[in-house]
């Protein structure tokens, strides 16, 4: 099959992600242009993120510096060797600091790519995006980077999926127990029982991260508090903020 990229740069906004792609041969070669281009997109609110090696780009643009990132385990002390400003984190599929978000091997890149589908156009579709690709909705690791759709789905309970189906398409809205138990054909008591064996949460907890979460994702987009609260269905910011201070 051929291929043909353009070589032409698109108009940016900071809506726009832009990715670099991991190679075969490890590291590349990169025209002073193009990793001018990585870091003022950045610089302008964008998200950049790379896959497999693909992260010494982001070196070479000087997004690494400060930032914890990672990359193949094969490449991971090279690239602290040559970005040691950077924080090289080990075993785990992707990091997301500040809008930099590299992955490791390339096939962390799916992971990636649900992560970045779940924060910006929510839990509901990166969801569907992975049942349709049947990979798990999975994270690796002690690291938080991942979203709480994918933290809390790696388990095998039919009832509890089918209650964050309901949850991950409309957390934004009041859902009483009584609902999400009639819909899944359980008492409220088995549900909370079932929901917090699979997750370590109740269905209100696992509602209340997604909120927060969403929240946290239009703030970081120059939302106020405010309006970030009634956004994702807070009557107002007071709770979002209790919520926010949460360790």
Do not use: K
Request: glycine share 8%; proline share 4%; charged share 25%.
């Amino acid at each position: 099959m051929a291929l043909h990229a353009d070589r032409d740069w698109p108009e940016l906004t900071p809506d726009d992600l832009v990715l670099v792609p991991g190679w075969r041969s490890g590291y590349g070669a990169f025209a002073s242009a193009t990793l001018q281009r990585l870091a003022a997109h950045h610089a302008a609110g964008g998200t950049v993120a790379s896959v497999c090696a693909g992260a010494d780009a982001l070196g070479r643009a000087g997004l690494l510096d400060g930032r914890r990132c990672t990359t193949h385990h094969d490449l991971q002390d090279r690239l602290a060797r040559s970005y040691p400003a950077a924080t090289v984190v080990r075993d785990v599929l992707y990091v997301s600091d500040d809008r930099v978000v590299t992955s490791a091997g390339i096939a962390s890149g799916i992971d990636l790519a649900l992560h970045l589908v779940a924060l910006r156009h929510g839990p509901a579709a990166a969801a569907r995006v992975a049942r349709e690709m049947v990979v798990y909705a999975r994270r690796n690791g002690d690291e938080q980077q991942a979203s709480a759709m994918l933290r809390h789905r790696a388990h095998l309970s039919d009832v509890v999926h089918r209650v964050q189906d309901r949850i991950d398409a409309d957390f934004a809205a009041p859902l009483p127990l009584t609902d999400l138990a009639t819909a899944a054909g359980v008492s409220e008591r088995t549900l909370t029982r079932l929901f917090t064996a699979a997750t370590g949460r109740t269905p209100l907890r696992y509602q209340q991260v997604l909120r927060v979460e969403r929240a946290e994702y239009l703030i970081g987009h120059g939302s106020t508090v405010e309006a970030a609260a009634h956004a994702v269905g807070f009557t107002d910011a007071r709770m979002l903020r209790r919520l926010r201070a949460r360790p």
